[in-house]
């Protein structure tokens, strides 16, 4: 059982140049979310989504876009990087409004540096 | 808009002492959750408090919820150096009980 997985690990981008986060999840969690993690600022909410087909804005979500066309899976892109989107990126998943809970499993993360 | 501060944002403390981390939030909310998290590593699920009142423990750490006061506190007792990492905790709030987070406890425990 895998969990949440997110590919790259990874990754080095010139400015203006676009790339995609993939995150899978194998436990047919509902909903899923896509974080940054910059140092001194916790975790900020970049995206959302709460089943396939559906996606919504978190607290930062200028110069992101998302994707959720299966359920186990969740994209979020950088269509035009920028120095201000060097962070590390986690995406979590949850059963929604099933569970009791509401508790967020998270992947490993992805670092992008944006040169 | 929801806020979340928890203080102390740094903790050295001596190995065998005792101390507690709070952390306080600004609207309503009934589920609080405390995170961890060692460097270059991904957030682990430590406490989920569901309600007013709920105390859980876990081995020399035990999270308390304070609807009220909107407050929730780690207490760490006897601290050991495996203890030392980044402490979070998160608020849940809006129809996708997505998380806002505090900016966490950078604990180190010396020996």
């Known amino acids: 059982n895998a969990g949440v997985t997110q590919t790259p690990k990874f990754r080095v981008l010139k400015t203006g140049q676009s790339m995609t986060l993939l995150c899978a999840q194998d436990?047919?969690?509902?909903?899923m979310y896509w974080y940054r993690q910059d140092p001194g600022m916790g975790l900020r909410l970049i995206h959302y989504?709460?089943?396939?087909?559906?996606?919504a804005k978190g607290e930062v979500p200028d110069g992101y876009n998302v994707s959720r066309l299966k359920k186990q899976n969740f994209l979020l892109g950088l269509e035009s990087a920028a120095p201000s989107q060097t962070s590390v990126y986690f995406c979590?998943?949850?059963?929604?409004?099933?569970?009791?809970?509401?508790?967020?499993?998270f992947g490993e993360g992805s670092r992008l540096t944006v040169l | 808009e929801l806020k979340v501060e928890q203080n102390p944002l740094f903790l050295s403390m001596q190995e065998g002492k005792n101390y507690t981390i709070y952390c306080n939030y600004s609207?309503?909310?009934?589920?609080l959750y405390w995170y961890r998290q060692d460097p270059g590593k991904s957030l682990e699920s430590l406490f989920v408090?569901?309600?007013?009142?709920a105390v859980k423990q876990e081995g020399r750490l035990m999270a308390s919820l304070d609807t009220k006061a909107r407050l929730s506190t780690l207490h760490i007792t006897a601290a050991v150096h495996d203890l030392s990492a980044t402490y979070f905790c998160?608020?849940?709030?809006?129809?996708?009980?997505?998380?806002?987070f505090g900016s966490g406890t950078q604990l180190t425990v010396l020996p």
């Open positions: 979590a998943s949850s059963y929604g409004l099933r569970a009791n809970t509401g508790e967020l499993f």
């Open positions: 436990m047919n969690h509902e909903y």
């Open positions: 989504s709460v089943g396939e087909g559906t996606t």
């Open positions: 609207t309503t909310s009934d589920r």
């Open positions: 408090l569901l309600s007013n009142g």
């Open positions: 998160a608020v849940s709030s809006g129809s996708a009980r997505q998380l806002t």
